[in-house]
């Protein structure tokens, strides 16, 4: 089975710019969870979406947004990219989440610079 | 709420050396707990899990015990190598909860 994938694994973007990252899960996984990692906050939780619906969402502001299509893809948009969301973008995929020993897989992630 | 507390590091050894790093928790009710790795410009991989108190997980040479009395996790490896140079992270899942994760530990391992 192919892992989990992100496009682009590398963006750079000026102030102000808005971004849209793509996240396609292990086959047969319907949930897409996306993090945000930088060395001053560590690994930040952003949502999760789950047969097309956001079902949790950590504490972003409204500038970030997601959306998961009917093949489980997913993709999530940064509007009025500011310096501070240079990070590398994580997305994770899951089966059944929520479910005992439940794991997470990871994507190579997509390292955003904000210039 | 929950939270995954474990040493920040950095974390230096020289190689063949035994490796802690400590991770404790706090979470309501039964909650399933990780160990995953993060190498160099790549995304975190499961190293190991356990599901339930007394639980092992192993994997690679590193265990970790699911120790409920002192809601602990903490990752162990007898003989590290250079090529363990990663950060590691702890992280819980409860029932129908999202993932927390720990701030991550950097480990260093030296020839």
């Known amino acids: 089975k192919a892992g989990v994938t992100q496009t682009p694994r590398y963006l750079i973007k000026t102030r102000g710019q808005q971004v849209t990252l793509s996240c396609s899960p292990i086959?047969?996984?319907?949930?897409v969870s996306w993090y945000q990692q930088t060395p001053g906050q560590g690994l930040q939780f952003l949502f999760e979406?789950?047969?097309?619906?956001?079902?949790n969402k950590g504490n972003f502001p409204g500038r970030f947004s997601g959306r998961q299509f009917s093949n489980s893809r997913s993709e999530m948009n940064v509007s009025t990219l500011e310096l501070g969301d240079s990070a590398l973008y994580l997305c994770?995929?899951?089966?059944?989440?929520?479910?005992?020993?439940?794991?997470?897989?990871f994507g190579p992630g997509t390292r955003l610079l904000v210039l | 709420g929950n939270s995954v507390t474990q040493m920040e590091g950095p974390v230096t050894l020289s190689e063949e050396a035994f490796l802690t790093i400590n991770c404790t928790y706090t979470?309501?009710?039964?909650?399933?707990l990780f160990w995953y790795v993060q190498y160099p410009g790549e995304g975190l991989q499961l190293l190991l899990k356990?599901?339930?108190?007394?639980d092992k997980g192993s994997n690679k040479g590193f265990e970790a015990t699911y120790r409920k009395e002192t809601t602990s996790f903490h990752l162990e490896k007898g003989s590290v190598q250079v090529s363990d140079s990663a950060v590691y992270f702890c992280?819980?899942?409860?029932?129908?909860?999202?993932?927390?994760f720990g701030p991550g530990t950097r480990l260093s391992v030296l020839p």
């Open positions: 979406y789950f047969s097309e619906t956001q079902r």
């Open positions: 994770a995929s899951s089966n059944n989440p929520g479910a005992l020993g439940e794991t997470q897989y």
């Open positions: 992280a819980l899942s409860g029932q129908y909860q999202n993932f927390v």
């Open positions: 356990a599901t339930k108190a007394d």
């Open positions: 086959s047969g996984h319907r949930s």
């Open positions: 979470a309501t009710g039964y909650p399933s």
